[in-house]
């Protein structure tokens, strides 16, 4: 083989592996996994100075957490909007299962986070950390199963992260927002107003809607709302033509399409990792086996491994057996189980949670404890279930690797 047919083998395979929708939940876990070892090495006080340094008005943390994770927001909201007019939310049948395992996916965690908590009014503030599920995490474990599990279990799982997501963008609206500035607030709506007027009149450059997004975003930040959350605002104003064709065709012509494709690879590739390799660090120096079983960690574990369980898995058979809806198809009840434990892979939202619901360092290190032991076992449970029930080779309504 000649070096440019290696080099063309290599370059080919990296594209592959790009563009694979899971991806990004394989590169978010090593990153997690390199911070970890980071904030427990030589190299932590530089690790966690480096995040805490003030460029301009913000830290490097603050940066990351408010700025870049805002593009994050955007790619959901537009996502979001997609799969409900154009997409596998696009209809009623579509959306009732994972829209109601979503719900009892965020109930259930949070009653079990207040069992442990309920009695700490500071603690029991952290009661949404482990309702959202980590889309880009649990579709990478999935992926390691390759053929053996149905398509139609992939899109349910794909369905009901997004609609949890959109639920954890009400949920930080209206429960972690404080000290709100009035004035900000209006001219925030001034400029989401334009927004909207650009959509009516039918602007389709892209240039005006993100000129305008990143006013939304300063005066949003400046609100007291957290600035993030104009990404999802932003995203709702951008146009989508429902035109007949090839999703290529409608990456040329619908403005959402198109900013939805640019954003992927670089929020999948970048701004996760960078936000995971920010926040999942957690120093092991001093820790005892006793934060283990503190109420705080035994909540966001318990609740993101039982309640999502739970939750997901209990509201489902509840819309079967009463024949509203239907198992995804090709699906086993063993498999749906196996899909309930991943559901409780908590990692990128469950820590953006954690950090606006405490500002004492010992109780975010918790909160981290928690999410991390929570998620790995779920992770781990929920493959081998996977792998039990599944049989070898390709599964029915599977497609062709």
Request: glycine share 12%.
């Amino acid at each position: 083989m000649t070096h440019l047919a290696r080099a063309g083998r290599v370059q080919n395979t990296f594209r592959r592996f790009l563009d694979n929708e899971s991806s990004g939940g394989l590169v978010l876990m090593a990153v997690a996994v390199l911070a970890i070892i980071t904030a427990n090495s030589a190299a932590a006080a530089e690790y966690f100075a480096g995040l805490h340094a003030y460029i301009g008005p913000l830290s490097v943390q603050h940066w990351i957490n408010d700025a870049l994770m805002a593009l994050f927001f955007l790619l959901v909201g537009l996502e979001l909007k997609r799969e409900m007019l154009d997409g596998q939310l696009a209809t009623w049948s579509r959306r009732v299962l994972p829209g109601v395992a979503a719900a009892g996916g965020m109930l259930a965690p949070a009653l079990i986070y207040l069992i442990f908590n309920g009695g700490d009014p500071a603690a029991a503030r952290g009661w949404a950390i482990p309702a959202a599920t980590d889309i880009a995490f649990a579709l990478g474990v999935l992926s390691l199963l390759g053929p053996r599990v149905p398509v139609s279990l992939k899109v349910f799982l794909a369905a009901l992260a997004i609609i949890d997501d959109l639920g954890a963008v009400v949920i930080i609206a209206l429960f972690y927002s404080g000290n709100l500035s009035l004035p900000d607030l209006a001219g925030a709506a001034a400029v989401l107003g334009l927004l909207v007027v650009l959509n009516r009149r039918g602007v389709m450059s892209l240039a005006p809607y993100l000129l305008l997004g990143a006013v939304l975003w300063l005066l949003v930040l400046r609100s007291g709302v957290h600035a993030t959350l104009a990404g999802v605002l932003l995203a709702l104003t951008i146009p989508i033509r429902l035109t007949p064709g090839t999703p290529e065709a409608k990456v040329q012509e619908s403005p959402l399409h198109r900013l939805e494709h640019w954003l992927q690879r670089p929020v999948a590739f970048l701004v996760v990792p960078i936000f995971g390799f920010a926040n999942a660090g957690v120093s092991f120096s001093g820790v005892t086996p006793a934060v283990l079983v503190e109420p705080l960690t035994l909540g966001v574990a318990g609740g993101l491994l039982l309640g999502k369980l739970l939750g997901v898995f209990g509201a489902t058979a509840v819309m079967v057996r009463l024949k509203l809806a239907d198992l995804p198809a090709g699906a086993s009840w063993g498999q749906m189980f196996g899909v309930s434990l991943l559901c409780g892979i908590g990692f990128t939202m469950s820590l953006f949670i954690g950090l606006l619901a405490f500002d004492e360092p010992a109780m975010q290190d918790k909160v981290k404890f928690g999410i991390l032991a929570g998620s790995l076992a779920a992770g781990l449970l929920g493959y081998l279930v996977l792998r039990m029930t599944s049989r070898e080779g390709k599964a029915p309504g599977t497609r062709g690797a």
